[in-house]
Each structure stands twice: as C-alpha cells, then as structure tokens.
C-alpha cells in the first residue's frame, strides 16, 4: 500500500484525503509525484498496455505519452495522470477511460486529453475552440413521432460545474455539503413550471430510490467507472435529485458532475422537451455562476461532456433495425448517434428498447447538437419503415 500526496492508493483505487490535506496542497502547488506513486503508475500501466482494451484512453495513451506526463501535477490540487487515467486502467472494457480530476488537468495533461477529446467529438482539434452557447429554440424541432409508433420517451439533459469549486474527486467533504445547500436554495427557489422540491440521497428509503432508478429518473449507485475515478467519495452525502411537481424537469446533484438538468417526458415532443431544459438551465443560471473555458465551453468531469454538455436522447423501439445490429450502428454512426442499452451507458437493450443521443457535444452549439440528433433520429426512423 502506497500514500500518494493526494491519499491512500489501493488497488489502482484512490481516495483523497480531508480538507486540512487539499489546503495544505493547494499552498505548495505543483508537487513532485514522489517515487512510489510513480512505480505504481508504471506497473499498472505496463499490466494495462497488455489488455485488449478498445477504449479510447489505450489507443492514445502511447508509452511517449506517458513518460511524458506521469511526472506532472496540477498546481492547484496535485493531481496526477494516474487520477486522470485510474478510471480506465482498472475498467478495460470502457469506452473513454479518462476523467479530469480537476479542470487545470484538461491542460496538464493535454497530451492524453486533446487526442481523445478530438476523437470523440469528432474532430475538435487542440487549435480549435468552442464556440459561444447558442440554444436557439425546441419550436424549429418538430414531433419525431407524432404517431406514437417508436418512441417511448424523450430527454435533453446538460451538464455544469459551479465556479469556485473543483470537480468530485477534489471535493471535501464540507465542500459536497456547501454545494448541495447552495444548490438544494436556488432550487427551491425557482418558479412556475420548475417549483419543486429536493430530495437528498443520504436517508433516501431503499425502496424509493430503486423505483426511482428503475422509472429512469435517478442515477443509478456503485458506478465503477465513476468510483474508479474518485468520484464516489463520501457517497451519498451531498447527493440529491430535485423534481418539479409534474416530474418532467430534474436535477441531479453532485453525481457525476456538481449539477446535471434534466427534461423528460413520454413520447417524441423533442421541441418541448428541449425548450423545458433551456428554461431551466436559464433560470438555474441565474443563481449559480457555472464554470465555462474559453476553449472548452462548459467544464465538466468527463471531456465526453465538455462544450454544449447536451446529450439528447430517446428510448426507441425499432424492432427491424434491432434484427440486424449491424446496419443500425452504421446508420448511428454516419448521423453521429451513439446507441445504449435501456438503462443507460453500459447497459443492455431490454425488450428491444435502445437509448440513442447524439455523441459530440463540442465544437458545435446546442442548437446544432440537437439538430444533429433530432435529424439522426428521423433518419433511423425512416430506415426502420423502408426496412
Ligand atoms: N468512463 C466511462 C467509459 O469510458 C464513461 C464515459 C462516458 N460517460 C460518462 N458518463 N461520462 O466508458
């Protein structure tokens, strides 16, 4: 077992220790990654590089590469390329693999995150930066299924950070606790159709917290991915969901990244439910500063979310396309959908019901990233009727 500046490492496994530790570190800036953390990196990396991992981070993560950044750290919290990449080494079967512990980390370690950031999102080159938020607006996005004939239900989520605060496996304690009151205040005090109420996880009755999982509203626990990457810390303090009272508009609080909001409903009104989501987001924004780069958009703690951080999606049943998995993967890919199973990311497809979004949310505005799904979904849809 090997103390690292940033904690304890075990398992590939790490854990940041409490507040007086990060402060402490926050005044040194840039430490040293001292030899044992360093010998710990290169073992699980030569094990890693022997897997026949199809992520993202094993394509791109070259043995240059890494001895070029496992000496570095971030100046504000000290974190290492093993933060970054801890999530996709003890995970092969992941898609990315690659989380930034903090967002000085994006730089850092540029040399890991500009090749996969440009892969998944298509072509955003490290010269490139995003452009301005654009929402447009949902009434140019007509019913995808007025006939109610594929689509179960429809949802435009975003993802933000609040300034001044780093990403989860930065956080102390007190710091997850300061965020959900913040957020749990602005959230109660929004109005109209956003009036709600916030539910914290931590006490949340066992029972409840399935269905709430299993009715698609809840994120699920025990996220190996998320865990990997230091992001479960202190679980489930600090964590919540907020609801308007129909139940069509959520936010979650401090999972995966410190805000998360969400518009859903049933059937294929993509319009609506896009137009819900900017309302939201708006008014959310009003009482919360969000953190934005310059070049990056919207900071997030996965760089799939960077940028726009829109992903919108459906449940869609398309049984013909379902028979032949080859062909609806082409399709998703010439109209740059990504397809999962019912449940989400890493899940399977139940009773034939898939969730497809559009993949790259960088280097375009959300207007165009809702388009981009909205024409991609028409498309599958039209496939499935000729097929
Ligand atoms: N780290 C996981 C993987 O690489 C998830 C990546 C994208 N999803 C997310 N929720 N950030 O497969």
Known sequence: ???????????????????????????????????????????????????????LLKKHLTKEIFDKLKTRTTPSFNSTLLHCINSGMCNPDSGVGIYAPDAESYKVFGAIFDP????????????????ESCYGSGKDFANLDPDNAFIVSTRVRCGRSVQGYPFNPCLTEQQYAELEYKLCSALHSLEGEYYGSYMPLAGMDKQMQQKLIDDHFLFKEGDRFLEAAGASRFWPNGRGIFFNKKRNFLVW?????????????????LGRVYDRMIGG?????????????ERLGFLTFCPTNLGTSIRASVHIKLPKLNENKEKMQKLADKYHLQVRGTSGEHSEAKGGVHDISNKRRMGLTEYEAIKEMHDGIKALIKAECNA
């Open 1 to 55: 077992m090997l103390i690292p500046p940033q904690g304890r490492l075990r398992c590939g496994v790490f854990f940041r220790q409490t507040q007086s530790v990060i402060v402490r570190h926050y005044a040194k800036k840039g430490k040293e990654v001292d030899k044992a953390t360093l010998a710990e990196m290169e073992k699980q990396y030569q094990k890693f590089a022997n897997t026949s991992s199809k992520s």
């Open 116 to 131: 996969i950031i440009e892969e998944y999102h298509r072509g955003f080159k490290k010269t490139d930066k995003h452009p």
């Open 253 to 269: 609080v401090n999972e995966e990244d410190h805000i998360r909001i969400i518009s859903m409903e049933k059937g294929g009104d």
């Open 281 to 293: 987001v708006e008014a959310l924004g009003k009482k919360v500063k969000f953190s934005r780069d």
